[in-house]
């Protein structure tokens, strides 16, 4: 915080100065955009699993804990998200609006966090010409622009899941009715690992200080634009990644909070090898995914 700035709190109590000079620290409020945001989507998801039909009853009130484990993985993996009339062609303006509302929530909880280093880079970048007396702009709006792209991802998303589900390559519960279908995902998301494209974006999320340094701006509407921009480039590295959810299961909060937590760690590194790693498993996963629907459906020899 700057000397100004120091000087324009001591007219106020010592309580409030503290929490004023705290919140005048860009790093301060990039931590809070983070946290805030992130949790506001994990808060969203939970509201929405727990408006489902009867999960906790589902539980039974007799049940041991050791009972209840492997049900509560199971709501959690694959909730009643109340989309049976979506399957059965009863997509109407509400239920799109809550499918949209849900992939909105996904985006927040899933994605905020991966974008931590890059609101945390430029929060240190803001803090230091803050401390020189220069003017900045809060991380909030790096962070709104950022959002921007992905819920236009989410919006997308909806439209995909839609059409999908009117091909009936999802079942009930937003989950791939389809083996092949599931394998194609992951298979395309392990392959789209080692793609110039995806290495090229993802470099940008790992090195957010040189774009930062070359395109530094000082007024809300800058700093938002430099938010879409690292929103696209993040579009352009996690997009078939998260298009796995698709054959996971949309609303699967494990498969959510793996995802998201490996789509943070491949920005957190400097290297190749952890996203290869990804894409080779991807890859294997679906091609097992492809082996059991053909062998499925592979005739019986008779004896």
Not at 32 to 56: H, K, N, Q, R
Not at 135 to 154: E, I, K
Request: glycine letters at 10%; charged letters at 10%.
């Amino acid at each position: 915080m700057t000397e100004a700035a120091d000087r324009e709190l001591l007219h106020l109590p010592p309580a409030a100065a503290r929490l004023g000079a705290a919140f005048a620290r860009p790093k301060f409020i990039a931590v809070v955009c983070v946290v805030a945001l992130a949790g506001l989507g994990w808060l969203a998801l939970a509201l929405m699993i727990s408006g489902t039909e009867g999960p906790l009853a589902a539980l039974g009130p007799g049940m041991g804990l050791l009972d209840r484990l492997p049900r509560a993985i199971q709501i959690l993996c694959r909730p009643d998200f109340g989309v049976a009339a979506m399957h059965h062609g009863g997509w109407g303006a509400t239920a799109f609006a809550l499918v949209a509302l849900m992939w909105g929530a996904m985006t927040l909880a899933m994605m905020l966090p991966s974008a931590a280093p890059m609101i945390f880079t430029y929060a240190e970048i803001a803090d230091t010409a803050a401390r020189k007396g220069e003017p900045v702009v809060s991380p909030f709006t790096l962070a709104a622009g950022y959002m921007v792209v992905w819920l236009g991802f989410a919006g997308a998303a909806t439209v995909a899941q839609l059409g999908f589900a009117r091909l009936m390559l999802l079942d009930a519960g937003m989950a791939s009715a389809s083996g092949l279908f599931s394998g194609a995902i992951f298979i395309t998301a392990g392959i789209y690992q080692f793609s110039a494209l995806k290495h090229s974006c993802l470099r940008q999320c790992q090195q957010p200080f040189p774009f930062f340094f070359a395109n530094w701006a000082t007024t809300p509407r800058g700093v938002f634009r430099l938010g879409v921009r690292q929103g696209l480039y993040c579009v352009g590295c996690c997009w078939a990644m998260m298009l796995v959810m698709f054959a996971v299961g949309v609303m699967n909060v494990i498969w959510m909070a793996a995802l998201g937590m490996v789509m943070t760690l491949e920005k957190i590194g400097s290297g190749k090898r952890f996203t290869y790693a990804v894409g080779v498993v991807l890859i294997v996963v679906g091609i097992g995914f492809v082996f059991t629907a053909v062998a499925a459906h592979w005739p019986a020899h008779a004896n």
